[in-house]
C-alpha cells in the first residue's frame, strides 16, 4: 500500500531534497504540490518545484501557487541560507511544466475530497497554505489521515535562540493547524540537525556518473553552517528530506506523544513550546498544558537507518557506506 500524499513546500535546497525522494519512493504516491513562500519567493518556489519535478523524471503532479506571504507578518527571505534562487545556485534546465491555475488551497481541497481514502498532508514549509486550507474548507479536516510537518523544536531554535524558522516565518499558521484537530507529526530540529550525509560521499556523488545523483550531490554541497569565526562549513543535512523519509520508516525515530503550543508574542514568537514534563506543574493563572494539542513528536532517530532510506529512494544505495555524519546542531533549516 503506497501513501497518498500533498506536499507543501518552499522549494530551497533541502524541499527539493525532500520532493525527490518523495516522487521517486515506491511507498510514496504524491497527488499534489503545494507551494509557499518561505526559503524563496512565491514564484521562485514555484519554479523550482517544477525543474525539481523535472530533475526527478517525475510523472505529470498538480503544483499549485499558494501564500506569498504569511497571514500577518510581511514576506521574509533565507537566501543567506538557500541563496537568492533558494537552490544555492544549483544549475536546474528550464522547465516546460505549468502550474495549475487554481491557486494551492484550491488545489489541496480537491485532491483531498476527491481521493478514496484519507490523505497525508506533508508541510515542509511556513504552514501559511495549511491555515488556510483548514480556515476556508473546515469539511476536510475529517479527510485527513494527518499531518507531517518539518518545523518546530522541543530544544534550541534557529531563526532566534527558540524558534525554528518554518513556525517562526508564520506563528500563527502554526497554530490554527495545530488547534484544528488533525492529528500532527512534528519532525523538529531535534532530529533534523542530526541526519546527514558525509562530505565525501556528497563529493562523489556530484562528481559522478548518475544524473540524479549529480543533482543531489550538488544539493548536499549547498548545505552549510557557519563555524564560530563564521566560516562556512559543511553540515550535508537532508533536512526536510529526513520528514518524508520518515513516512516510510517510522521506527527509524523515537517519538512521544507531547502537549505543544506556539508562542505568538514577545521574544519567543514562533517558539514550539513542548511539554516535556512527567508530573503536572502548578500553572496557576495559565492556560493548563494538558489543554494544549497533543502532537507526536520525534526526539530521537537512528541516523544511518534513516539516510539508508533517504538514498535507497534515490537509487544510491550503492554508496550508503558514508552516509550517517552528524552535523554541527547549529545549522540552519
Known sequence: MTIPVILDVDTGVDDALAILVAVRHPG????GISCVAGNASLAQVVDNTLRVLDAAGAPEIPVAAGAARPLLEPPRS???VHGADGLGGTALPPTERRAEQAGAVELMRRLILEHPTPVTLVALAP???LALLLRTHPEVAGRIERIVFMGGSASVG????????NV??????????LDSGVPTYMYGLDVFNRVAIEHKLAQ??????DALGRVVGALLGHRIALSADESAEYTG?????????SLVDPGALRTELRPVRVELAGYARGQTLVDLRTHPGQEIGLTPADEWAAVEIALDVDEARLTGVFLDALGLAASRSGAG???SPTAAA
Do not use: K, R
Not at 510514496?28 to 497527488?31: A, G, P, R, S
Not at 534557529?158 to 524558522?165: L, Q, R
Not at 543535512?237 to 523519509?245: F, K, T
Open 204 to 209: 562523489s556523488l556530484e562528481h559522478g556518473d
Open 158 to 165: 534557529n531563526a532566534s535562540a527558540v524558534a525554528e524558522f
Open 168 to 177: 517562526w516565518h508564520d506563528p500563527e499558521a502554526a497554530a490554527i493547524v
Open 237 to 245: 543535512l537532508i533536512g526536510d528530506a529526513g520528514a518524508v523519509c
Open 325 to 327: 555524519a552528524s552535523p
Open 28 to 31: 510514496i504516491d504524491v497527488l
Open 127 to 129: 504552514q501559511t497554505n
Open 78 to 80: 533565507a537566501s543567506h
